[in-house]
């Protein structure tokens, strides 16, 4: 039977988020149902509830950091059981027959990976779903495929983000291979930002956070920077210069970045992991004189997001986090906006 399901939605573009039923789809041969007891806010939520990029269709349900339990399973399913610590990120479905999903990387599959809500959801025709909607409620119905297992040491409110935020940071200091010696910069330390220096600490690499002032100082070097600059300190930046193998850039608006090029060493990359929807200018010399580059990169695929999790468990990582029942979305939403959080709102689903 269809599962009954309680959550928030985003109804229109200028609106608070507000109370919704829907169902969902009744679990089929190849699916895992799972209640959900955590979901992490990340800031393309305000993306997409705000229509930003100009095609979200309402009402939506956001959230794509789901930590949960296991509590049926298909007749096809062998990875899972009832009563499973679970996860699922930004994506439920893809095509599967690319390039991309056959390699292991199905978050650029060519016709489109089904996002955890926004996208299409044929699936979802039987009960009246003509959108995914996502972990802003309190279940959700997901292929094996797309299933990832919590580890038992992490705890599943503190892992929530990972699914989002932490295998947004680990995929691309693993493709750049990151290693003991590396020296890398992190720009913002913030939900994406905070994770990647704790999982570079612990890849081993010599980490600094770049910030507009110093209010996060001691947390970065908690969390394993181990050093500091202030971007608008001039003489610091210069000092800086060519000094990084890798710049992780975690600034979600739109912030000038051409003279940050500079602290690049030769061969250098700095990976855009914000989501601007303005142009950030860029000029050619500062790359071409050191074959330096600008790159993007967009979460990991299903294997690599369970190496992450395996990774965080074993190095002791989890997000840092503030709980909230769902009734405070909207507060944490105008929070977010103004950077206020440390470092990663998680919604208590067992509130709502």
């Given at each position: 039977m269809p599962i009954a399901t309680r959550a928030f939605a985003?109804?229109?573009?200028?609106?608070?988020?507000?109370?919704?039923?829907?169902?969902?789809?009744?679990?089929?041969?190849?699916?895992?149902?799972?209640?959900i007891q955590y979901a992490g806010i990340c800031h393309s939520d305000l993306h997409i509830v705000h229509n930003d990029l100009g095609n979200t269709r309402y009402p939506i349900v956001p959230g794509h950091e789901i930590a949960g339990v296991v509590t049926a399973v298909g007749a096809n399913v062998s990875r899972f059981k009832e009563g499973d610590r679970v996860g699922v990120g930004c994506m439920v479905d893809s095509c599967r027959t690319c390039a991309s999903c056959r390699e292991g990387e199905e978050q650029y599959c060519v016709p489109g990976m089904t996002q955890t809500y926004g996208s299409p959801d044929p699936k979802g025709a039987d009960v009246g779903q003509k959108i995914t909607q996502g972990g802003y409620s309190t279940a959700i119905v997901v292929d094996q495929n797309y299933v990832l297992r919590i580890p038992d040491s992490i705890p599943l409110d503190a892992a929530a983000p990972l699914l989002c935020a932490g295998i947004t940071t680990y995929s691309p200091l693993k493709h750049w291979k990151i290693k003991p010696g590396s020296?890398?910069?992190?720009?913002?330390?913030?939900g994406l930002g905070h994770m990647a220096v704790k999982q570079a600490a612990?890849?081993?690499?010599?980490?600094?956070?770049?910030?507009?002032?110093?209010?996060?100082?001691?947390?970065?070097?908690?969390?394993?920077?181990?050093?500091?600059?202030i971007n608008s300190d001039k003489a610091a930046m210069a000092a800086a210069a060519e000094k990084f193998d890798l710049i992780i850039n975690t600034v979600s608006a739109t912030h000038?970045?051409?003279?940050?090029?500079?602290l690049l060493a030769r061969d250098g990359t700095m990976v855009m992991l914000g989501l601007t929807t303005e142009g950030l200018p860029v000029y050619a010399m500062g790359l071409l004189w050191r074959r330096r580059a600008v790159a993007g990169s967009l979460i990991g695929g299903i294997r690599e997001t369970q190496e992450m999790l395996d990774f965080c468990a074993e190095h002791g990582i989890a997000s840092d986090i503030e709980v909230i029942a769902p009734a405070q979305i909207n507060e944490a939403y105008d929070r977010l906006e103004k950077s206020d959080v440390r470092y990663r709102f998680v919604i208590d689903m067992a509130k709502i």
């Open positions: 985003a109804v229109a573009s200028d609106k608070p988020l507000e109370p919704y039923s829907f169902n969902r789809r009744d679990p089929g041969p190849d699916d895992v149902a799972i209640e020296k890398v910069a992190v720009i913002g330390l913030g612990a890849m081993g690499a010599e980490v600094t956070v770049l910030s507009t002032s110093d209010r996060k100082k001691a947390d970065a070097e908690r969390m394993g920077a181990k050093h500091f600059l000038e970045i051409a003279s940050h090029v500079q």
